[in-house]
């Protein structure tokens, strides 16, 4: 059974930072595409940012690139989201996300596996 397990959720100070990790259980991502997604309360759930596990390709929304960053650790089959600079905007729920590589990375529905979400708040 496939778990992908979400941390680093919390408050924080607009301006400040936050790490966030997904560590997956029971698969490796060799062949994957791992993304983010967030959720705003009342909105529908955006995509914020995705890997290629095997390239190695990043990408980004256009409303967190230059503050958000992805990576990963193929040792523990964990992915990373770093973010920077952080703003009341980007408060939202957190989810991580797998899927097979070939599929729009940009779409929820590319993704077959998700999370549980972590809540990111950012105070003004």
């Known amino acids: 059974q496939v778990q992908l397990v979400e941390s680093g959720g919390g408050l924080v100070q607009a301006g400040g930072s936050l790490r966030l990790s997904c560590a997956a259980s029971?698969?490796?991502?060799?062949?994957?595409?791992v993304g983010w997604f967030r959720q705003p309360p009342g909105k529908e759930r955006e995509f914020v940012t995705a890997?290629?596990?095997?390239?190695?390709?990043?990408f980004y929304a256009d409303s967190v690139k230059g503050r958000f960053t992805i990576s990963r650790d193929s040792a523990k089959s964990t992915v990373y989201l770093q973010m920077n600079s952080l703003k009341t905007e980007d408060t939202a729920v957190y989810y991580c996300a797998a899927g097979s590589d070939g599929g729009s990375y940009l779409s929820s529905r590319t993704y077959t596996y998700w999370g549980q979400g972590t809540q990111v708040t950012v105070s003004s």
């Open positions: 890997i290629n596990w095997r390239a190695y390709s990043t």
């Open positions: 029971g698969r490796t991502f060799y062949r994957d595409l």
